[in-house]
């Protein structure tokens, strides 16, 4: 699976827009991106996924640059419940698992 | 709708003492497993998967083994723990489909002393 960079930590206040980036510049055609968040001492849940086309369900939206090398994770009213590592993972589709980076911390300030 | 079960779901054994934990997916069939380890302040590693009964492949070498005895059955054991075993084990299934979602259970946290 290709190699995502993320930023170690991110801080919000709560009821505030979070936008959580991933570069994946080495992505290739077939790849897909996926988002999962790991909430302390729980494990990972799913939260997106997409291909090229920007995508939105009940948890969030995510953005897809159009080169693909991008995206970002959009939480549209954070809640301190929000609080978690989120993963930005690149998956080809196979049945070998996914390849968990160190993922954003992100801290949500009442 | 699917479950996913592990237990136990805390556990403390000493350095040198068999382990066996397991996992059971309810509501599917045919699903691909998968066992990942977490180590303290570290990302989550894939230890093992299956996409059949009797079918595993490994991805790190180690002190571990994993086995598939039923469809819906994962178990992941060792006959000697290391301090190093120590961590969050993750049970996790997919349908197999190519953009399919995984789903995680609850966890072992595993303290070997």
């Known amino acids: 699976d290709a190699k995502t960079t993320q930023p170690n930590s991110m801080e919000s206040n709560e009821e505030e827009p979070v936008h959580l980036p991933c570069n994946h510049s080495?992505?290739?055609?077939?790849?897909?991106i996926h988002w999962y968040r790991q909430l302390p001492s729980q494990g990972p849940e799913y939260v997106i996924h997409?291909?090229?086309s920007n995508v939105n369900n009940r948890m969030a939206s995510l953005a897809i640059a159009e080169d693909r090398k991008s995206s970002t994770l959009i939480l549209h009213r954070a809640t301190l419940r929000d609080a978690a590592v989120y993963y930005c993972i690149l998956s080809g589709g196979g049945a070998d698992g996914l390849t968990f980076g160190k993922g954003t911390h992100l801290i949500i300030q009442p | 709708s699917q479950t996913i079960h592990q237990w136990p779901a805390t556990l403390v054994q000493p350095v040198g003492s068999p382990l066996s934990l397991e996992c059971t997916v309810e509501g599917t069939s045919n699903p691909n497993l998968y066992w990942y380890r977490q180590a303290a302040g570290r990302g989550l590693q894939l230890l093992f998967y299956s996409v059949g009964i009797g079918q595993i492949s490994s991805e790190v070498p180690q002190n571990l083994s994993a086995s598939r005895p039923q469809d819906r059955q994962f178990i992941l054991s060792s006959k000697k723990l290391l301090l190093s075993d120590s961590g969050f084990y993750l049970c996790?299934?997919?349908?197999?489909?190519?953009?399919?979602?995984?789903?995680f259970g609850p966890g072992t946290r595993l303290t070997v002393l």
């Open positions: 080495t992505i290739s055609g077939t790849d897909y």
């Open positions: 996790a299934w997919t349908s197999g489909s190519r953009t399919d979602t995984q789903y």
């Open positions: 997409g291909l090229t």
